[in-house]
């Protein structure tokens, strides 16, 4: 793990005290579900340490994202909100604000990127009823903030931002006041906090409550290996704009942290680790086999990292918060595709076919392992060629069997492409 300066960081008068935490405690703690601190039996074993489970993925809209969106709005004086607010997201903040909205009875104009899959949107639209109006506006997330900051500014609402604000992490500190008495309950000395870094939000709110709780307890961080804006900032010194990024973690794919979040980060952090998107599928799909959790990709991060860290956390007492459930059904295709790919257990290749009978025959005689299956297999046959091109997808039992197969396809066809390395042609292809 790299490590991160535990010093305070400039512009300590600006961090949120954990004082503000409780506050904020106290204020949302009737409207919100006290999740479940878990102990998780076979995550324990595994990794031979005590594995404990914040259950986000349990709160009302299903996501943390509830706390920090209710209490920026409910900490601001009535007035101010009674004619509405106005908020940017393309999921979980969305879905908190909208719940806000029906729950004080208030109007809210949420900008969401057009894009956005109706599931989303649906579910925005169910928890907030009528009080709520959802415009779709630009191809992506910024677009979709631009705009909504320009419609609050024009028309004097309060923008709720999804992470940046002292009240948005003051609320999702609210989460670590619930583990930190639920720990004292279970009689648990805590050596590890685990949770996922997007725009920084969560962490800084944990990571403010529980250094100033249990100064020994380690806060580690964890960012999509594609979209590591808050390690990024770390080694920058300051909050930096990525210009692109893998959005496959939508949950935590953030192009660039906010200054204040940024702060509490380089104040309170210990770690910050990072996990390749297809361990998360794997985690997505291991947390519901295994213990029947459906965590979304951002909210199984905490999980998927344990692998790489399984020699420092042996007999150590963690928790890793699952920070969030909403994960949309038709994406299961993708996350097992992605999985079985970061495992080594899938491969696509391009390879030319003499254009004559018994060549697939040939093809899965000779060259195919026992074990391995065709997955896919697209061929177009070419007027006057010799050969035509197929793309073919092919599963293994045993990641070592790729060894024989790639040196079997280089025999039929010495010219094969391995399209996982070649990214453009991955892409297009498959």
Same mark, same amino acid.
């Given at each position: ?26 204020? #949302? ?49 009535? %007035?101010?909100?009674? %004619? ?237 918060? #699952? ?14 595709? %992605? ?54 997808? #092919? ?15 280089? %025999? ?19």
């Amino acid at each position: 793990m790299e490590q991160v300066s535990t010093a305070q960081a400039k512009g300590e008068d600006a961090l949120v005290t954990r004082t503000a935490i409780e506050e904020a405690y106290e204020t #949302i703690r009737d409207s919100v579900t006290h999740t479940p601190l878990q102990f998780d039996r076979y995550l324990s074993e595994k990794y031979d340490c005590q594995v404990y489970l914040k259950r986000e993925d349990l709160q009302k809209v299903r996501s943390f994202k509830l706390r920090g969106a209710y209490y920026a709005i409910k900490n601001r004086p009535f %007035r101010e909100v009674a %004619r509405g607010v106005v908020c940017a997201s393309a999921g979980n903040h969305a879905q908190g604000v909208a719940y806000t909205c029906q729950e004080m009875k208030i109007p809210g104009v949420i900008f969401m990127p057009t894009p956005t899959p109706n599931q989303k949107i649906s579910q925005v639209q169910f928890f907030g009823g009528d009080h709520i109006e959802v415009r779709l506006i630009g191809d992506t997330f910024d677009e979709a903030a631009a705009a909504a900051k320009e419609y609050a500014t024009a028309q004097q609402l309060p923008f709720i931002d999804p992470f940046n604000h002292p009240d948005i992490i003051a609320g999702q500190g609210t989460l670590a006041v619930e583990m930190m008495q639920d720990a004292a309950k279970q009689q648990l000395e805590i050596d590890y906090v685990f949770a996922a870094v997007g725009g920084g939000g969560l962490i800084s709110g944990i990571a403010t409550y529980v250094k100033a709780t249990s100064p020994t307890t380690k806060i580690i961080g964890v960012e999509p290996a594609g979209a590591q804006s808050m390690r990024r900032a770390l080694d920058e010194g300051h909050p930096v704009h990525l210009p692109t990024i893998d959005k496959f973690v939508d949950g935590a794919a953030v192009q660039e942290v906010g200054t204040l979040t940024f702060s509490h980060t380089q104040a309170y952090v210990d770690h910050m680790d990072a996990v390749d998107e297809g361990q998360v599928c794997t985690t997505i799909l291991e947390l519901y086999s295994k213990q029947a959790i459906v965590a979304e990709p951002a909210g199984a991060l905490t999980v998927a990292v344990l692998d790489q860290l399984k020699e420092e956390i042996k007999g150590k007492t963690i928790v890793c918060v #699952i920070s969030g459930g909403n994960n949309d059904i038709s994406r299961m295709e993708e996350i097992d595709e %992605r999985s079985l790919i970061y495992q080594g257990l899938k491969h696509y290749f391009l390879v030319n076919f003499p254009q004559r009978p018994g060549a697939l025959r040939e093809f899965v005689t000779d060259i195919l392992g026992p074990e391995d299956d065709i997955t896919r297999f697209e061929y177009t046959k070419k007027v006057n060629r010799g050969t035509g091109p197929v793309v073919i997808g #092919i599963q293994l039992k045993q990641r070592e069997a790729i060894h024989p197969l790639r040196q079997n396809i280089a %025999r039929f066809d010495p010219n094969f492409i391995d399209l996982s390395e070649n990214q453009s042609l991955y892409t297009l292809l498959v």
